[in-house]
């Protein structure tokens, strides 16, 4: 088959899950287009020579995620497409897709049903459209990533749903999964080493000033920044990344998707720092307190990390009753796209 994959370019948790997923889907003989968005994603997808579109990006402020500043950063993107449409239809046809697939990117969602072609979503955020406002959910920020979500997913034939709880129910159209586990995470073998990890999406200085004043070893991933202050070792991401995340005592960090997915798989206890006023972010973190698999706060103080590092044990036990399937996802995907090889497809219009 012939595949389009639109790749969110907000963060990096989709765009190293798509390495994978690609790598797969070429072994099993598909055909694969990616588009994608923003220097990092397009950067790190380059061997697969994305076609590079504009795509939506979350603005903060001092109070954290800002629904204004959100919508006028991406005011460009309509004028962007509606000066290329043309050109990235033209190329889109060109491809012959039998069907695109969206890790949370709307272009591809619009685009598939342009050219009449299904579309599968593969995504963890649809999970919030099958369940209630979580207690003490606001419920304007729960609704507000419930339409997002509707809108960058309309439509789509069938939905692959990363859960790492999985309290719905799958059905034929509606499938949840245990979120997909890179090969080498998966390869490696964890120990309790001496260090912390933390990882930072954004840079947080009262955070790092909090952990100056605890014993022990950081060891902190944010922006590329490198060099040592104090217990504080600052590394770019790269290679020694995931050798650092196996062989720490726990983590410290922002509350992206991908990362607590593989604490679990590795057993490492994880205290969150959600981004301020990122649903998201937010759920995740709740998640990891009412799992027993860690703690979270948006402002942490001396006490709560001392208090969680104090209580590793703990938390290491309640995650060695937590298994994830690392292969689920991509079986699930496979799966899907077979039954859709099977059915009749119109030609593109």
Not at 257 to 285: C, H, M, T
Not at 286 to 306: K, M, N, V
Request: charged share 20%.
């Amino acid at each position: 088959m012939n595949i389009v994959y639109g790749v969110s370019g907000e963060g990096l948790g989709h765009v190293f899950e798509a390495i994978q997923v690609i790598g797969r889907l070429r072994a099993e003989g598909h055909a694969v287009k990616v588009l994608t968005y923003g220097d990092r994603a397009c950067d790190t997808l380059a061997p697969f020579a994305p076609t590079r579109i504009e795509g939506i990006t979350l603005a903060f402020t001092a109070r954290g995620m800002s629904v204004p500043a959100t919508v006028r950063a991406n005011l460009g993107c309509l004028p962007f497409f509606l000066g290329h449409w043309g050109r990235l239809r033209r190329e889109l046809e060109a491809f012959r897709p039998d069907v695109f697939i969206t890790a949370y990117e709307p272009f591809t969602m619009v685009a598939a049903h342009v050219l009449r072609r299904p579309l599968v979503s593969m995504d963890n955020q649809n999970e919030l459209l099958h369940q209630p406002r979580p207690t003490g959910a606001p419920w304007l920020e729960f609704r507000l990533v419930q339409l997002a979500t509707l809108v960058a997913t309309h439509g789509a034939a069938a939905y692959v749903i990363k859960s790492y709880r999985k309290a719905v129910p799958s059905t034929r159209r509606y499938r949840f999964v245990s979120p997909l586990i890179q090969l080498e995470t998966q390869g490696m073998r964890p120990t309790e080493g001496e260090h912390v990890l933390v990882y930072l999406t954004k840079p947080n200085p009262a955070l790092l000033a909090v952990l100056r004043a605890l014993p022990g070893r950081f060891i902190v991933y944010c922006h590329d920044r490198t060099g040592t202050e104090g217990n504080l070792e600052f590394r770019a991401h790269g290679a020694t990344f995931l050798p650092d995340l196996a062989s720490a005592r726990a983590i410290i960090g922002t509350t992206g998707f991908s990362l607590i997915a593989d604490a679990i798989f590795l057993g490492k206890p994880y205290f969150g720092v959600p981004l301020r006023r990122q649903f998201e972010q937010v759920y995740n973190a709740r998640f990891l307190a009412r799992s027993g698999f860690g703690d979270y706060s948006e402002s942490p103080t001396r006490e709560q990390l001392a208090g969680f590092l104090g209580d590793l044990p703990r938390y290491r036990s309640q995650l060695r009753g937590r298994a994830l399937d690392p292969q689920e996802q991509e079986a699930t995907l496979l799966a899907v796209l077979e039954e859709l090889r099977q059915r009749p497809s119109p030609p593109v219009v």
